[in-house]
């Protein structure tokens, strides 16, 4: 990782104005700012210094409220701004370990952020459906998904009727993208697509390039970072870092997300994990999660974890607090992506010259 001194040049770097002329819609997941205990008004100067074009608040947290006089706030500043906003909201699916049932059943809570989708301005409402854990729960986790698709439908009438759509995100090793994908063609794909998120593959033994080649044409917006995968003696284990520290192909992946999905966002959302999410294959148990992986999918899992090595993380310097170095960790993934951006815009220019 780049050091404290070399992080806040960047971070300087990225307010030249002309960091903004890059391909694609660069956006940031403000999960990514999960502990600077900002408000939404804050955020949206923050981003705007930065240069990006999507603000993606992807839980009613991070929004600050759903109160409508609030929404609008958000809404001006925005458009003030110049800024594209995206919402969403955490499980819709009531057999999840993740589901909150306080915040009233799975269609009040999808039928409530449709209406703060409209009133923000967003085209979208980003959801999941659980996590790792689901596949392993009391429920069989088939159920689950079924379950989740009689909530989507139970909501579909509003959601067409609003042009707002459900964007399902692969998240913390809930799906796999086959499994995302089916979900999306049962509900209908005229009012659900994917957030396909770039680090979660992993967690599901997948490679995350085939997670985009199967799901490119469900893709309503995105979460991308970069991760570090490599073999252990018990299997494998994963880590999340900045942007182009993994050995995951993320350059690649960006470039054929943008020819894939284009129009969509691309957005940051960085989580740098230091302690390493472990995949204990070589223990038969740990497949009672995996049964329908085929062989094929498993081995391009294994590729990219023979090529890895163990993630290595910097130390908090001398008066740097963890919430610095969340931002550091965001402003370095971003000087990286804007670099990546603008390299393919160049090429695109000079193959349109040529």
């Known amino acids: 990782m780049a050091t404290m001194e070399n992080d806040k040049k960047s971070s300087k770097t990225l307010r030249h104005p002309d960091m903004t002329d890059a391909a694609g819609r660069l956006g940031i997941d403000v999960y990514s700012l999960r502990s600077q205990q900002w408000d939404a008004l804050r955020v949206l100067d923050y981003c705007h210094a930065l240069g990006i074009q999507v603000v993606h608040f992807s839980e009613i947290k991070l929004l600050g409220g759903l109160d409508t006089s609030h929404l609008l706030a958000v809404r001006r500043r925005a458009s003030e701004l110049n800024l ?10 009531p057999t999840s370990n993740l589901f909150d049932a306080s915040q009233g059943t799975p269609q009040e809570q999808l039928s409530r952020m449709i209406v703060a989708a409209e009133t923000i301005g967003s085209p979208l409402v980003r959801a999941f459906v659980g996590n790792a854990a689901d596949r392993r729960g009391a429920v069989p986790f088939a159920q689950s998904l079924k379950n989740a698709v009689g909530v989507l439908h139970s909501v579909r009438s509003q959601a067409l009727a609003s042009g707002i759509k459900i964007a399902v995100e692969n998240h913390s090793g809930d799906m796999q993208a086959s499994e ?19 680090g979660n593959p992993l967690i599901t033994l997948e490679d995350p390039h085939l997670s985009l080649e199967i799901l490119a044409p469900y ?27 993994g050995n995951v192909g993320i350059s690649e992946y960006v470039r054929k997300y943008l020819v894939m999905c284009p129009g969509r966002a691309l957005s940051l959302e960085i989580i740098v994990s230091p302690q390493p999410r472990p995949f204990p294959f070589r223990e038969p148990g740990f497949w009672d999660a995996y049964r329908s992986v085929p062989a094929w999918q498993f081995v391009r899992f294994l590729q990219l974890a023979e090529k890895g090595a163990p993630a290595r993380f910097l130390p908090l310097l001398p008066g740097e607090s963890s919430v610095d170095r969340e ?28």
């Open 327 to 354: 931002r550091e960790d965001l402003e370095s993934s971003l000087v990286f992506t804007k670099d990546l951006l603008r390299a393919v815009s160049s090429r695109q220019e000079i193959s349109t010259n040529a």
């Open 180 to 198: 995302l994908k089916s979900l999306i063609e049962e509900a209908g794909p005229d009012f659900v697509g994917a957030c396909l998120d770039s």
């Open 219 to 245: 893709v309503l917006t995105s979460h991308v970072r970069d991760t570090v995968v490599w073999l252990t003696p018990e299997g494998a284990a994963a880590a999340w870092v900045r942007m182009g520290e």
């Open 84 to 93: 594209d906003l995206e919402i969403g909201m955490r499980s819709f699916c």
